[in-house]
C-alpha cells in the first residue's frame, strides 16, 4: 500500500522567504505524483503534477518540484512566496500501473504568509 | 458550470439516521472518485468509477457506506446509520480519465450529532 508523508504540519514565513514543503512517498512501484492546493474557501486545486520525463515539474503561480526517486521524495518550492500563497498543500501519490488514478494524499501543509 | 459541483454544501444529521450525497462531475468526464477528509487528517479514497466498469470500492470502510453512478453522470454516496465517526467534509473529483489530473468539488460537510 501506499502512503504519503508531510512533515511539516504549518509553516509561517514571510512574504518574500522562500519556500520548500517536504513530501515523501513510500511506494515500490511506479508512482504519478501531484500537489494539490486549497486555498481559504476555495476546493482543491491541481498545482502540478509529474507522470515521467523531466524530474523538475513547473507549475501554475511559480511553483516547481523535483521528483527525486532514490530519496522517494517530490518537494515543493518557490522562490519567493507571495501572501497570496496562504493555503493549505497537499501531496498525492497514484499508481501509474494501475489504471485508476485513485490518489493516496498526504495530510497537508498549512501555509501561512505574512506580509 | 464547468465544475464538479456537490449537495448540500452542508449536513447535519443525528446518529442513527442514512444520508445521500451528491455528485454532479464535469461533463464528459469518464472517471469519478469519492474522497472524504475528517479533521486534521488527510484525504481518504472512498471509490471510484470509470465507465460502465464495475466500481472500485475498496477504499469503503464499511458496509454502511455505499455509492452509485449512472453512466457517465451524477454519483450518489449513501451513508446508512450514521455514527460520530462518519463526521467530516466529503469531496468528489472526476477526470477524464486519460490526464489523471482530477478536478475536485467543493465538498459536502458533513456532522454527524
Known amino acids: 500500500a501506499q502512503s504519503v508523508s508531510q512533515h511539516n504540519h504549518h509553516v509561517i514565513l514571510s512574504e518574500a522567504a522562500s519556500l520548500e514543503l517536504g513530501c515523501n512517498y513510500s511506494y515500490g512501484g511506479t508512482v504519478n505524483l501531484f500537489w494539490y492546493v486549497q486555498y481559504p474557501g476555495q476546493h482543491l486545486q491541481l498545482l502540478l503534477k509529474?507522470?515521467?520525463?523531466?524530474?523538475l515539474v513547473k507549475g501554475i503561480k511559480g511553483f516547481e518540484a523535483e521528483f527525486i526517486k532514490s530519496k522517494f521524495s517530490f518537494n515543493l518550492r518557490k522562490p519567493s512566496v507571495q501572501w497570496s500563497d496562504t493555503a493549505e498543500y497537499f501531496c498525492?501519490?497514484?499508481?501509474?500501473?494501475?489504471?485508476?488514478?485513485?490518489?493516496?494524499f498526504g495530510k497537508g501543509t498549512k501555509l501561512s504568509v505574512i506580509p | 458550470g464547468a465544475g464538479v459541483s456537490q449537495s448540500p454544501s452542508n449536513k447535519v444529521t443525528e446518529k442513527g439516521k442514512d444520508v445521500e450525497l451528491r455528485c454532479d462531475p464535469i461533463s464528459g468526464h469518464t472517471a469519478l472518485y469519492w474522497y472524504r477528509q475528517r479533521l486534521g487528517q488527510g484525504l481518504e479514497f472512498l471509490i471510484y468509477?470509470?465507465?460502465?466498469?464495475?466500481?472500485?470500492k475498496s477504499g469503503l470502510p464499511s458496509d454502511r457506506f455505499s455509492a452509485e453512478r449512472t453512466g457517465e453522470s451524477v454519483s450518489t454516496l449513501t451513508i446508512q446509520r450514521t455514527q460520530q465517526e462518519d463526521s467530516a467534509v466529503y469531496l468528489c473529483?472526476?477526470?477524464?480519465?486519460?490526464?489523471?489530473?482530477?478536478?475536485f468539488g467543493p465538498g459536502t460537510r458533513l456532522t454527524v450529532t
Open positions: 468509477f470509470q465507465g460502465n466498469s464495475a466500481p472500485d
Open positions: 498525492a501519490v497514484s499508481d501509474s500501473g494501475a489504471g485508476s488514478y485513485q490518489l493516496t
Open positions: 473529483a472526476s477526470s477524464s480519465g486519460t490526464s489523471g489530473d482530477e478536478y
Open positions: 509529474y507522470f515521467s520525463g523531466d524530474p
